[in-house]
């Protein structure tokens, strides 16, 4: 069965930074694209970051030069450095693990204050 469980979520203040883990249970995790997404109070889930099996990256505009996404296949884990944090980044933060089918994880939250 696969697990993916994220980590590293918290309270900061705005300017601040935080750094997410989400490590997968999952065989040949080398072979799957993963993502981040962010589920803020009342609203949808969105993209944020992404990062696929051959290490491109994509971000939403609204985090590019602020968050890094990355992966380390060995540790079957997934990663995101989120600097000058706003407010607006509050949310319910997922990984996302696909390839013929997606595996979420259980979320971490964020909490940026102002």
């Known amino acids: 069965q696969v697990q993916l469980v994220e980590s590293g979520g918290g309270l900061v203040p705005a300017g601040g930074s935080l750094r997410l883990s989400c490590v997968a249970s999952?065989?040949?995790?080398?072979?799957?694209?993963t993502r981040w997404y962010r589920q803020a109070p009342g609203k949808q889930r969105v993209l944020v970051a992404s990062i696929n099996r051959n290490g491109t990256v994509a971000y939403a505009d609204s985090v590019k030069d602020r968050f890094v996404i990355s992966r380390d296949n060995a540790k079957n884990s997934l990663y995101l450095q989120m600097s000058s944090l706003k407010p607006e980044d509050t949310g319910v933060y997922f990984c996302?693990?696909?390839?013929?089918?997606?595996?979420w994880g259980q979320g971490t939250q964020v909490t940026v204050s102002s």
């Open positions: 999952i065989i040949n995790f080398s072979l799957y694209g």
């Open positions: 996302n693990v696909y390839r013929t089918i997606a595996f």
